[in-house]
């Protein structure tokens, strides 16, 4: 079984940064595709950012493209999303989720078999 857990949330002005992190434990995949949900309350769990196992290709929801980049450490079992330039409409849970196996880079979260508790960040106006 494999085990994520979120951190790094906050309340953060608009404008501002925050950098979650999701550190992977348990029976680990390095070679997987890692990716960021959020969900904002009454709305959807949304995909927000994702990365292969190797790092070298990422994919963004256009809401957060150009503000927030996905990394990973696969030697620290590691991913990262760095967040820049926060609105109010980024308030959300944030959830890391990561897959089995390395095909594609999916945006759906049936794709995803494992999944963090979640951290809250909330973007002041």
């Known amino acids: 079984q494999v085990q994520l857990v979120e951190s790094g949330g906050g309340l953060v002005q608009a404008g501002g940064s925050l950098r979650l992190s999701c550190a992977a434990s348990g029976r680990t995949f390095s070679r997987n595709v890692k990716g960021w949900f959020r969900q904002a309350p009454g709305k959807e769990r949304e995909f927000v950012a994702a990365?292969?196992?190797?790092?070298?290709?990422?994919y963004y929801a256009d809401s957060v493209k150009g503000r927030f980049t996905i990394s990973r450490d696969n030697a620290e079992n590691t991913v990262y999303l760095q967040m820049n330039s926060l609105k109010p409409e980024d308030t959300a849970v944030y959830y890391c989720?990561?897959?089995?196996?390395?095909?594609?880079?999916?945006?759906?979260?049936?794709?995803?078999?494992?999944w963090g508790q979640g951290t809250q960040v909330t973007v002041s106006s």
């Open positions: 990365i292969t196992w190797s790092g070298s290709s990422t």
């Open positions: 989720a990561a897959t089995k196996t390395s095909g594609g880079i999916p945006t759906s979260r049936r794709a995803y078999d494992y």
